[in-house]
């Protein structure tokens, strides 16, 4: 599915999704075909700029599976920041972040992008504060590492938690802004 409600693609749409949205609803961020988890929806337009464009860094946690075994040295270069290729082919380092190897994840959905239990991976919960085009993937690419599967599972303190794939959950207005950390406008 893509982050959006029309297409001229056959793809997937948050619009095939069984929820009556009201009009004027958008995603907050995006989700690229490849990746899954956490979106964030809503009809105020100027979350957007003051969650992602504002003063105030904010936080997108991620759970990564990579291709094979991820070394003490690949960790610490992406924690420090790493030199990754942006749109319009221009070189970017990225901001020191929070990287840490976890176990597989429990109860996990099926996605399609799983390696086989014989192939050897290794998985990352990946905490940072920007969002560059495929970031998180281009900076498992940079320490020699084909990201598998990519789920983003917290923006700032709004957490996937049990929701399963297609599912959505509605949290008042006050909540949203209380814990995505900004004031209300």
């Known amino acids: 599915m893509v982050s959006q409600f029309i297409s001229t693609h056959d793809v997937g749409l948050l619009d095939d999704l069984a929820f009556d949205f009201p009009e004027g609803t958008h995603a907050i961020g995006r989700l ?15 979350i957007t700029r003051l969650l992602f ?21 690949s960790l610490q270069q992406l924690k420090e920041g790493i030199n990754i290729r942006v749109k319009g ?22 996605s399609g992008y799983e390696l086989r239990e014989d192939v050897p991976s290794t998985w990352l919960h990946i905490t940072l504060t920007e969002g560059k085009f495929h ?28 929701l399963k794939p297609g599912a959505v959950r509605e949290i008042s207005e006050a909540d949203f802004f209380r814990k995505l950390k900004i004031r209300m406008p």
Not at 54 to 66: A, D, F, N
Not at 89 to 106: H, L, R, S
């Open 53 to 73: 464009q504002g003063e105030v860094p904010h936080t997108r946690t991620y759970l990564v599976q990579v291709k094979n075994k991820v070394t003490e040295e």
């Open 89 to 110: 082919g221009g070189d970017y380092t990225t901001t020191p972040c929070e990287v840490t190897i976890v176990e597989k994840p429990a109860d996990l959905f099926s």
């Open 32 to 46: 690229d075909n490849n990746s899954e988890g956490l979106l964030l929806l809503t009809t105020n337009k100027k």
């Open 135 to 162: 970031q998180v993937r281009k900076m498992v690419a940079a320490v020699h590492h084909r990201c598998r599967r990519l789920i983003r599972i917290a923006i700032e303190d709004i957490v996937l938690d049990d």
